[in-house]
Each structure stands twice: as structure tokens, then as C-alpha cells.
């Protein structure tokens, strides 16, 4: 039986803000544990190698830095992740967080829907003490799935400020990005999040917004201050999660509220079948509706 590697190749993995790389400046990052070196010439090109004899593709497209992490000299077959509705724009906010734990531990904690209630508590996003049924159709998209668009039913103090009736839609694709795009009668609110391994036993999670908000530079000050906030929650998890990993407890994985948690890692396992036999990749998710509590 052959076992997943934990770094899937040949496919597109964030790097880093395009801020972050001036003109005429380099960058060391260690991503997937190789160290690599990024530029930018004084065209504005941006260039990864790892060393002398080994270049990666990459690509600076909504503001960001993708990097093609691939095994050989193979070339991108897929365009890189992007935002829908924000083309040719930046974003308007970015916030960068470290987790102590490999990258499935953190797609794992990013695509699980239960958590939130017990994990993230705030006045300014919702009690713990109410949990209500929840009902989500999905259905299987490029190299992952997605939630179907649906209406917004438990609105948090940010979701509100966007405008009446709004909708949500929420997808995931290897190796593991996250987009989710909520939409109002006037406004278009989206943040794209992505895991980008360190090491075997460190990675990094992005979170960039997106919005037609005119007002939204008033608060970016708060709603950063808040996203902090939230991500080091999970951050907390994660390093206690790691104390229990220590002894080597058995996982499982049951009911509709883990069954995220398992698309991907048949997701991931069939990514890599079809990296090591040469032949195209074939989604395993099926549609169908999940029931939870949250």
C-alpha cells in the first residue's frame, strides 16, 4: 500500500505577499523544507530558486506570490488560485500566522466546521452556548469541493456590516487553500486562506481579504486586531493538540462534521496516485448534503 507523502508536488503553493518583495531585493523562506530564495529584478519579475541548478515556477497575480513546488523540471498544467470578482486587484488586507504542527494537522483545524463554536469565542463572532443544526449541500470542484451558495444564516458583526441578504459560498482545493466569497445586494466581501508547509512540523497559514467596501480602510485596523485574535485561538488548539500527538493516540475521523477532514486526505491520496502513475486526476468527492451541529 502506498503512503501519501505529507508535501504533495507539482502543483501551486502560496509564498508570500507581493509587498514583501520590493524591487531589486531578495528573500530566504524555507517552504516545503527547502530553502528558497525569491527576487525581484527591477522589472518587477519575480524569480524562486532553491539553489544554483533548481528554479521554480512562479506567479504574482491578486497581489501574491505562487510557487510552483514541483519534483522535476515539470511545468504548471493548472493556473494558479484566484479570488473570483477581484481579477486584476490586490487585496486590502493580509494577516500571516505560524502553527507548530505539520499540514494536515492545519487543513484538518481549517476546513473542520464544528470547532468554531467551542474555539472561536467573542462577543464580536458568536456564543458557544448555542449550537443550531446545520444543513450544507456540496459538490466536488477543481482538485477539491465546494459548499453550494446559500443564504447567510447566523450573521457575526462583521457579516452585517456588509449589507442586507447576503449569501455565502465556500470552497477547498489541494494542496490546501480555502476561498470564501459572501455576497450582498451591493457589496462583494472574499478571503482567501492557505496553508504553506514550513517543515514537517511547521506551517503557515495566510489569510488575504478582498472586498468593494468603500469604507473598509476605516476598519482594517479592528478587523486585523480581530483576525489575530482568531488565529491565534487556533493556535492555541493546535499546541495542545500537539502535547495529546505526543503520545500517539488513535484518530478517527466520523459523522458528517469530520467529513470534510476525510475529502481531503482522499483527496490528497489521489493527487499523489495520480502524480506517481502519470494519468490525470479524478475527484473522488461525490455530491452530497452533510448535517452538523455548530
Not at 43 to 48: D, E, K, L, P, W
Not at 222 to 236: G, I, P
Request: charged share 20%; with cysteine.
Amino acid at each position: 500500500m502506498t503512503t501519501t507523502p505529507l508535501f504533495l508536488r507539482n502543483t501551486w503553493y502560496y509564498a508570500l505577499p507581493g509587498e514583501q518583495l520590493k524591487l531589486g531585493q531578495t528573500l530566504s523562506k524555507t517552504l516545503l523544507s527547502e530553502p528558497i530564495v525569491f527576487s525581484r529584478d527591477c522589472s518587477g519579475i519575480v524569480c524562486a530558486k532553491r539553489d544554483e541548478t533548481k528554479s521554480y515556477p512562479t506567479c504574482e497575480v491578486q497581489g501574491n506570490i505562487w510557487i510552483y513546488m514541483s519534483d522535476s523540471d515539470s511545468q504548471p498544467q493548472e493556473s494558479v488560485p484566484q479570488v473570483p470578482g477581484f481579477e486584476n486587484q490586490s487585496y486590502q488586507a493580509v494577516e500571516t500566522i505560524r502553527f507548530p504542527c505539520d499540514v494536515d494537522h492545519a487543513v484538518v483545524g481549517l476546513i473542520d466546521p464544528a470547532h468554531i463554536a467551542f474555539v472561536h469565542q467573542a462577543w464580536w463572532w458568536r456564543s458557544p452556548q448555542i449550537l443550531n443544526e446545520v444543513i450544507k449541500s456540496f459538490e466536488p470542484s477543481l482538485y477539491g469541493f465546494t459548499m453550494q451558495r446559500h443564504p447567510l444564516e447566523q450573521q457575526t458583526f462583521f457579516y452585517r456590516l456588509v449589507g442586507r441578504n447576503p449569501h455565502i459560498e465556500i470552497s477547498f482545493q489541494l494542496p490546501g487553500i480555502r476561498i470564501e466569497q459572501v455576497t450582498t445586494e451591493k457589496h462583494k466581501v472574499c478571503n482567501l486562506t492557505a496553508i504553506t508547509p514550513i517543515s514537517d512540523t511547521e506551517t503557515e497559514e495566510t489569510t488575504i481579504f478582498y472586498t468593494t467596501l468603500a469604507w473598509f480602510p476605516l476598519l482594517k485596523p479592528l478587523l486585523l486586531s480581530f483576525t489575530r485574535s482568531f488565529l491565534n485561538q487556533d493556535r492555541e488548539i493546535l499546541i495542545k493538540q500537539q502535547m495529546g500527538l505526543q503520545h500517539d493516540p488513535p484518530l478517527t475521523l466520523v459523522g458528517d462534521a469530520d467529513a470534510q477532514s476525510r475529502w481531503y486526505y482522499r483527496l490528497k491520496a489521489e493527487f499523489a496516485r495520480s502524480q506517481m502513475q502519470g494519468r490525470p486526476f479524478v475527484n473522488p468527492i461525490k455530491a452530497q448534503t452533510l448535517h452538523w451541529r455548530s
